[in-house]
């Protein structure tokens, strides 16, 4: 069989194709973002600026990465922020300073239990059949449960080296160029790459594609004979893992824990992954568009900021950005959508 | 060679025999025709063989010995592979990507995807040349989806091949390129179970045909040997028994002027080009095989679809289609066919489902009239003899049949010019279906409501119906008046007894 390469009448041209897919609305808004930042902030663009601003919005960047995830696969997770905190209280109640060690045991016994986590959370909505929103948002309360169990006011012991995850320049007996790395590329843009890396070896994988296909039609899938189940439990374990990283480069900044500080991020994930073009019903997004969408979001928080607008107003307007970014993004989903489908013969 | 054998198959679902009596063979090499009304069996016992249900009684021969298949996995695993009358497709991702779906290529742990997208395409070349494999599902036509769907069984390399009625949704060209197809495939040694509504198919492809009727096989045919005689199986699928048909209602003549008329009603491919008109004080019922738009036709009354196009006429006023709310204020109100999804918030009250659509036609700004409302709640129980311990039960613990008179109970009190009943019988009761039917051949005879009845059993279009309008692929293909009224009638016009010389001819033609 010959195969041969035909455009059907509907066919749009290629670039008018990737214009028109809907995730590319959010690399719009951010261009705009950007620009507004740039006139507001006068050294925006300068490299100890540029510096913060990655540290400051690493984080969520990677734990909007890691609810894609679940949001592909067609669930949700609700418990991301107070796992977040769980991890930096097991990572700084295992470590003790005098012992650089402690380090690595720390983050084994951390990462068993992100996927613990993953699994627990996988379990419930793929086995059991609850509905995610319930489960997680019950979880949530086990991971801040055992947090507070662990570390009933921040504080905690961290190994000096953990440093590394926030600053190499800060880590005694590192090779001076090693150090200076850290002026140009900081710690938590290794862990988003690291993050991508990861991701893109699963979706050279077929987890990837049974993410998609789970979220896109769960019974379809299950008939095309894959454990749907399983694809979820492995979704969440995958979420899990990013939030790990997450706490990775929290304990490496505080040195400590903090049962209580990670909740605030959990709907802003949710937030940013819908901003990235992420379907909350499950099986379209991108996880490299949700780093564009939690991008998006805390521009909006620096925007802000930097226009002097008072704070009372400034969530305002932060809420009212959002809003006009998610319908934006709906409502040129949807032009696109039948852009792509004009003209095909009924 | 016989590779597969089914005897004495039996299935209930709940209080509902789905199978008595089901036997079906197929052999290597041969494509076996499965035929039979609507709710007869067919569907049922390919679902038995391919591992989606598990039989109740009976045992299924596959390949030498007996298999129980838990789920279709086990079956697939076996080389047993089904095309679904409901596609398995994942919307989201492209037409090779749902082919290789659970099957895909790898290279170490990685996917090989231009592998996959080159085995994908070359079977989608030789189904449906011109079907880009790329596209997301999404956006292909139900001709194209049903296409890729087969693809994806055909991908498996299967050795029993089962497709329940893969060309409803096709032209007649993809027909005929789906059929030479099968022949390959066939000529290959595959065992292929084909079932369809069209008659003419079957007679066309098929070697060996099977009938089910009410849950029994009742016909085991080698159309070489035995003939490809139309009238004869169209004697086995309806029976002898259906020939006894006795009118309940006495249909009359109507000479009333017409109080709606529909003209070119289109909706995508749902409906095409509808044109008829119900007069005042008839019932006009509307046959056909199941799915080819009844509901849909109802639904479009009642406003379901905003982007409708064509010409409707209430009392010789135009009517825009454009809301159920503007419908109900046109006094056009719909029973819908899903009860249970589109009629009734079942966990609530009886007196609630049966208020609610007042609250939503008239205001009350400061108090809601309960009192009357309960008056009139109950004035509509012993109306329709709803059986039922008080007003204030939920409507989910009433029979199929209770909660469907509550469904036609809540439009009682108001002014019905036409009625829309889209399959009010289903799973009805004998008794309780009387009432209903009592109570609507009534309010016609009294009142002069109008009324358009869609009902998948045919034997209620015969008993009620003073005009039946068939159905197919979104047209209207026939409409019978008086005599013509059977549902022998009823059935040849909905298969097309017709079109079997056509398609012959079309056949002796290549």
């Known amino acids: 069989m010959q195969p041969t390469t035909r455009k059907p009448r509907w066919a749009l041209s290629g670039v008018a194709r990737l214009v028109v897919r809907p995730e590319y609305s959010s690399l719009l808004i951010l261009v705009v973002m950007v620009a507004v930042a740039t006139l507001l902030q006068r050294n925006f663009w300068s490299g100890p600026s540029l510096l913060l601003t990655i540290d400051a919005f690493g984080p969520l960047i990677l734990l909007t990465m890691g609810q894609a995830v679940v949001l592909v696969a067609g669930t949700l997770d609700l418990s991301c922020g107070t796992a977040l905190s769980l991890y930096t209280c097991i990572l700084t109640f295992v470590m003790r300073t005098n012992q650089p060690a402690s380090g690595v045991l720390a983050i084994l016994i951390t990462l068993a239990a992100a996927v613990m986590v993953g699994i627990v959370n996988g379990f419930a909505a793929g086995y059991l059949r609850v509905s995610p929103v319930v489960v997680t948002f019950a979880t949530s309360f086990l991971w801040l449960g055992i947090a507070l169990f662990l570390r009933p006011t921040p504080g905690g012991q961290s190994v000096g080296w953990f440093n590394a995850f926030y600053d190499f320049r800060n880590v005694s007996g590192l090779p001076a160029a090693i150090r200076s790395v850290s002026s140009f590329l900081p710690p938590v843009l290794i862990l988003i790459l690291l993050g991508c890396v990861f991701w893109y070896a699963l979706s050279r994988g077929p987890m990837g594609r049974y993410l998609c296909a789970v979220g896109g039609n769960e019974e379809s899938a299950y008939r095309s004979g894959i454990n749907t189940a399983r694809v979820q439990i492995s979704a969440y374990v995958i979420n899990s893992v990013f939030v790990f990283l997450a706490a990775l480069f929290f304990v490496g900044q505080n040195q400590s824990g903090d049962a209580r500080f990670g909740d605030p991020f959990t709907l802003r994930t949710i937030a940013a992954a819908v901003v990235g073009g992420i379907a909350l019903t499950g099986g379209r997004g991108s996880i490299y568009f949700a780093i564009v969408g939690a991008l998006i979001i805390e521009l909006v928080n620096k925007i802000i900021f930097f226009a002097n607008i008072p704070y009372a107003y400034g969530t305002l307007v932060a809420g009212a950005i959002v809003i006009i970014a998610i319908g934006g993004s709906q409502l040129y989903s949807g032009y696109s959508r039948r852009a792509m489908t004009r003209g095909r013969a009924p | ?510």
């Open chain 2, 1 to 510: 060679m016989k590779i597969l054998e089914a005897r004495g198959i039996r299935k209930r679902f709940g209080g509902v025999v789905a199978l008595s009596d089901g036997n079906l063979g197929a052999q290597e090499g041969r494509i076996t025709g499965l035929l039979g009304a609507n709710g007869s069996g067919k569907s049922t016992m390919s679902k038995i063989i391919a591992g989606v249900y598990s039989a109740d009684a009976g045992e299924v021969w596959y390949n030498g010995r007996v298999v129980h298949y838990g789920n279709p996995h086990e079956a697939r695993a076996d080389g047993i592979a089904m095309v679904y009358q409901n596609l398995s497709l994942v919307p989201n991702l492209t037409v090779w990507q749902n082919i290789v779906l659970g099957a895909e290529e790898k290279t170490g742990p990685f996917l090989n995807n231009r592998q996959a997208r080159e085995h994908a395409r070359a079977i989608v070349d030789d189904l449906l040349p011109g079907l880009d494999v790329e596209r997301i599902v999404d956006g292909l036509s139900p001709g194209e989806m049903q296409i890729a769907e087969i693809a994806k069984a055909i991908s498996k390399r299967p050795r029993l091949l089962i497709l329940d009625e893969p060309t409803a949704a096709l032209e007649l060209a993809q027909v005929k390129s789906l059929f030479l197809h099968m022949r390959r495939l066939a000529g290959q040694g595959i065992a292929i179970v084909f079932t369809s509504h069209r008659l003419w198919e079957v007679m066309e492809i098929c070697d060996d045909t099977v009938v089910f009727r009410n849950g029994q096989t009742v016909a085991t045919l080698d159309l070489e040997k035995d003939g490809r005689d139309p009238a004869k199986i169209i004697g086995y699928i309806t029976g002898e028994t259906a020939r006894v048909a006795q009118a309940a209602y006495h249909r009359r003549e109507n000479r009333n002027a017409a109080i709606l008329r529909v003209t070119n009603l289109a909706q995508g491919t749902l409906l095409r080009e509808i044109s008829f008109a119900l007069k005042k004080g008839e019932i006009l019922g509307i046959g056909g095989l199941a799915g080819q738009g009844q509901r849909e036709l109802m639904l479009a009354l009642a406003g379901f679809y905003p982007d409708i196009t064509g010409h409707v006429e209430l009392d010789g006023r135009r009517l825009r289609l454009t809301s159920p709310a503007e419908a109900v204020r046109n006094s056009m109100l719909l029973v819908p066919g899903d009860r249970e999804s589109e009629g009734l918030f079942l966990r609530h009250s009886l007196f609630s489902n049966i208020v609610f659509p007042k609250l939503g036609v008239r205001h009350y700004p400061l108090l809601t009239p309960f009192g009357k409302f309960r008056e009139e709640c109950r004035r509509t129980v012993d109306t329709l003899s709803i059986r039922t311990t008080g007003l204030d039960v939920p409507v989910r613990t009433l029979s199929g049949g209770n909660q469907q008179k509550v469904v036609v109970g809540k439009w009682l009190s108001f002014d019905t010019r036409v009625l829309l009943l889209s399959d009010p019988a289903k799973g009805v009761d004998v008794g309780a279906k009387r009432d209903l039917y009592d109570y609507i051949t009534r309010r016609v005879r009294e009142d002069g409501m109008s009324v358009i009845l869609y009902a998948s059993d045919n034997q209620e279009l015969v008993d009620y119906c003073d005009r039946v309008m068939i159905m197919y692929e979104g047209r209207v293909v026939a409409i019978l008046e008086g005599e013509s009224i059977t549902t022998d009638k009823i059935i040849e016009s909905s298969m097309r007894v017709d079109s079997v010389r056509e398609g012959a001819g079309d056949a002796a033609h290549h």
